[in-house]
């Protein structure tokens, strides 16, 4: 049997394997797909566990950062904005990869919003940086709302070569990012319904 999951924590909540498992019946595939906890600091262990009947990994919260850390190569993009969402295997070794940039890409082509000029993101995490890597592809002005403003630097480092424009708000701000006329919240369920 071919084994698939979704770490994170907490994953309790995580819809990957009614989607995931969902797809596999489509497709007429033999696969197990489930949501395994993993804490922050207990990547690198779960990876030394896993037997070769592993084909691959989704990575969430908060794990995206560490991924890039204890994988045996990293994708680019991955580098570029200090995360990986996927691990797989290749010749015994663990390969990283941050899907999450032609994700979110791939969404706002198909809702037609990557005409927008003006771009509100809300959070500062890893998924804020792979949506700056995304939306810098076509805006000219990203404000990112944060909690945290030491996650500048590594904002910056994800808009790449982009020629746009980053600024910073503080959360107590985010009221007058709502106004954008593209809004992207990248916090957790709950985070942003006060």
């Known amino acids: 049997m071919t084994r698939l999951a979704v770490l994170g924590s907490p994953i309790a909540h995580s819809l990957s394997p009614t989607i995931h498992l969902a797809a596999?019946?489509?497709?007429?595939?033999d696969w197990e797909y489930e949501a395994i906890e993993v804490d922050s600091g207990g990547l690198r262990e779960f990876l030394n566990s896993c037997k070769s009947d592993w084909r691959g990994l989704s990575v969430t919260m908060p794990l995206k950062a560490e991924a890039i850390t204890v994988c045996d190569e990293?994708?680019?993009?991955?580098?570029?904005?200090?995360?990986?969402?996927t691990i797989t295997w290749k010749d015994h070794l663990t390969r990283a990869h941050n899907t999450d940039v032609s994700g979110f890409l791939s969404a706002l082509v198909n809702a037609r919003a990557t005409s927008s000029k003006s771009v509100a993101i809300l959070g500062g995490g890893a998924t804020a940086r792979a949506a700056v890597a995304a939306v810098g592809s076509f805006a000219e002005r990203i404000t990112v709302y944060l909690r945290n403003?030491?996650?500048e630097s590594e904002l910056?480092?994800?808009?790449?070569?982009?020629?746009?424009?980053?600024d910073f708000a503080p959360w107590a701000e985010v009221i007058d990012g709502l106004t954008s006329s593209l809004v992207v919240s990248?916090?957790?369920?709950?985070?942003?319904?006060s």
């Not at 990293?74 to 969402?85: I, T």
């Not at 910056?156 to 980053?166: F, M, Q, R």
């Not at 990248?186 to 319904?193: L, M, R, S, Y």
């Open 156 to 166: 910056n480092l994800a808009l790449g070569l982009s020629s746009a424009k980053l």
């Open 149 to 151: 403003p030491k996650r």
């Open 74 to 85: 990293v994708d680019a993009l991955a580098k570029q904005v200090g995360g990986a969402n």
């Open 24 to 29: 596999y019946r489509l497709l007429s595939l």
């Open 186 to 193: 990248t916090t957790p369920k709950g985070a942003t319904d």
